[in-house]
């Protein structure tokens, strides 16, 4: 288990972490990691999530253009906003000229513009969880109810914002706490987890009609329960990770026929994050065991058009040895070089790593606490 923001109801032992004495957020800082790359692909903007309660998400910015990594921008770029960010930042996505960031325990959307990240506009969703766009709405998911573990703790649903306006123009109630979602053709797939109903997980995907607005379909996965990450490939199947129950069953990948509403395919890799491109899955797992007290980490390459593995270890010059707890994934676009996050102990700044293709270190860079979501800008769109 990495997702820091469930620890407490997962009972992962991480109370001490209040007896540390904890960073306070510096200005923006400036460095130069790199040379300047002049592909289509300017650079990126990874969120960094900040340890739960401390209202410590940031913002920071990778330009390619110029080989600098700016850390910490969000504060500078809207110097009138309180509490700058907020607590827990929980995923980046950018759609049309706009910059979303999902931040979960402030309960809202911060939308900002893709070029230089100030604000647009505040959208409040309840304990907002993950964020798609398509053809002019965003669609995020949210778990409802508040931050706790409760047996009782209601359905979820997914609220859907009309980008021009900027409201929310409607809602549709799904499984028990939603996580990512993806969308193929006028369907839109929620994974259901129903973390804070522990041990009763859900396993199900929801299924949305976008044209209607309505759910139309769920899809029971029986014992793939606790469902977190979701993606589709060129093929018209779902991909999504389970993360178990910490015990007895493992944290994996499941291929799915949404059609035949079955999984056809165990990819036999434990998954904390998944980023696809060229058809390629790129996975790391930091898995979490109450059993052994312990995380065992991997990192996995999966060809999704064959959907076997075909590299388990995509870093191949020694530097996972100084990786803690692997935490982000992502993958440039053109180039791809392969970018891999470190949440080291959750409560420091963590480690921003940028490998070639081939797995060997470029660079590394200090990022902000627990760095875990990327978005790429440019002419070409990411395909997260």
């Known amino acids: 288990m990495v997702r820091r923001f469930l620890f407490f109801f997962i009972a992962i032992p991480l109370l001490f972490a209040s007896c540390r004495q904890e960073e306070v957020l510096i200005d923006i800082v400036k460095t130069q990691v790199t040379q300047p790359s ?11 999530e900040g340890n739960m309660g ?18 910490n921008i969000y504060a500078e ?20 000229s706009k910059l979303y960031a999902v931040i ?15 604000r647009v506009a505040k959208i409040d969703v309840p304990n907002c969880r993950y964020l798609v766009g398509d053809k002019g709405y965003v669609y995020v998911s949210s778990y409802v109810g508040p931050v706790q573990i409760d047996p009782k703790a209601p359905k979820g649903a997914v609220f859907k914002i009309d980008t021009l306006t900027m409201n929310v123009v409607g809602s549709v109630e799904v499984g028990y706490q939603p996580e990512e979602m993806t969308i193929i053709g006028n369907r839109l797939y929620v994974a259901n987890s129903g973390g804070y109903r522990v041990p009763n ?16 379909d769920v899809i029971e996965l029986g014992s793939v329960i606790n469902l977190h990450r979701l993606e589709h490939d060129k093929y018209g199947r779902l991909w999504v990770s389970t993360r178990g129950d910490y015990y007895g069953s493992e944290s994996g990948v499941f291929v799915v026929d949404p059609v035949g509403k079955q999984v056809v395919k165990n990819i036999g890799v434990p998954a904390s994050d998944i980023w696809v491109d060229d058809n390629m899955a790129y996975i790391i797992s930091t898995e979490w065991s109450n059993i052994t007290g312990d995380n065992a980490v991997s990192y996995s390459k999966v060809d999704m058009e064959s959907m076997k593995v075909v590299d388990k270890s995509i870093i191949k010059d ?67």
Not at 56 to 65: E, G, I, P, Q, V
Not at 77 to 96: F, M
Not at 108 to 116: G, I, L, P, Q, R
Request: aromatic share 12%.
């Open 38 to 48: 002049f592909s289509d692909v300017e650079g990126f903007y990874l969120l960094n």
């Open 54 to 71: 401390n209202n410590k998400s940031t913002l920071d910015y990778f330009n390619a253009r110029e080989g600098v990594y700016y850390k």
């Open 77 to 96: 770029r809207n110097p009138n906003v309180v509490k700058e960010l907020g607590d827990v930042g929980n995923d980046l996505e950018i759609y049309g």
């Open 104 to 118: 979960n325990c402030s309960h809202k959307v911060e939308v900002m513009n893709a070029d230089d990240a100030t």
């Open 201 to 216: 997980y859900d396993n199900t995907i929801s299924v949305i009609d976008l044209d209607r607005f309505q759910l139309c």
């Open 318 to 384: 020694g530097t996972d040895a100084k990786i803690k707890l692997p935490y982000g994934i992502a993958v440039d676009p053109i180039s791809k070089d392969i970018y891999i996050t470190d949440a080291k102990s959750y409560v420091v700044s963590g480690t921003l790593y940028c490998f070639s293709k081939d797995g060997v270190l470029k660079w590394k860079q200090t990022a902000g606490q627990i760095p875990a979501h990327f978005a790429f800008k440019g002419k070409l769109k990411s395909e997260k």
